[in-house]
């Protein structure tokens, strides 16, 4: 994928982007709150993965099984800033794109610059009726990054962990002792956005 806005590029993933992969781990906001993105990842592993997702771009797909992941640059310098990802929550057979930036750059807009013109790529080229996106809700500015990219907030949720032994999934009082425990917990829950295709011209 390769896309130009005023003041970015989003491409395919290239070597030049391990240095900003490895920052990821040391950013603080990013770890608050995705704590598992990429943390304490070594150079083989990231070497690995800008090879499957540049794999992917050579065959010109803009997703695979492991879902999809873009690099944001500056126009200018050319400084790779963020990153863009996408994937399909098989769970729910929805499409959904995060956006991770580092730290040092937010606070410019690139952030919502970005997912604004790639969530129309996504949309359009696979013509998709709308794709997903969601936010812990501790996090204001992902959520306005969400709004300023097109996306409109459908509601609240509260997810489910699937992971979680403790809790008997087909027992109605199991489940219900489990989202009372998570209930008050500060990022237990996410806001859901969605953003959907543009409607066609004519009459």
């Given at each position: 994928m390769y896309i130009e806005?005023?003041?970015?590029?989003?491409?395919?993933?290239?070597?030049?982007?391990?240095?900003?992969?490895?920052?990821?781990?040391?950013?603080?906001?990013?770890?608050k709150f995705h704590p598992t993105f990429f943390n304490d990842a070594t150079i083989e592993y990231i070497e690995g993965a800008i090879s499957?997702?540049?794999?992917?771009?050579?065959?010109g797909l803009i997703y695979g099984e492991h879902g999809s992941l873009f690099a944001v640059?500056?126009?200018?310098?050319?400084?790779?800033?963020?990153?863009?990802?996408?994937?399909?929550?098989?769970?729910i057979n929805e499409w959904h794109m995060g956006w991770y930036f580092l730290s040092r750059y937010t606070g410019n807009g690139y952030a919502s610059e970005a997912s604004s013109a790639a969530s129309d790529c996504f949309i359009e080229t696979l013509s998709l009726e709308y794709i997903s996106a969601g936010m812990r809700d501790?996090?204001?500015?992902?959520?306005?990054?969400?709004?300023?990219?097109?996306?409109?907030?459908?509601?609240?949720?509260?997810?489910?962990?699937?992971n979680n032994a403790d809790c008997n999934v087909n027992d109605f009082n199991s489940v219900s002792k489990y989202f009372d425990a998570i209930y008050n917990d500060v990022g237990s829950s996410g806001y859901y956005f969605q953003k959907t295709k543009k409607p066609s011209g004519g009459i």
């Open positions: 806005t005023e003041r970015l590029i989003i491409r395919d993933l290239a070597v030049q982007d391990i240095g900003a992969m490895l920052e990821l781990q040391h950013d603080k906001q990013i770890m499957y997702f540049q794999g992917l771009g050579t065959q640059c500056l126009k200018s310098s050319n400084e790779t800033v963020g990153f863009i990802t996408f994937n399909l929550h098989e769970l501790d996090n204001p500015a992902s959520f306005r990054v969400a709004q300023k990219s097109g996306f409109k907030l459908i509601e609240k949720r509260m997810g489910f962990d699937y």
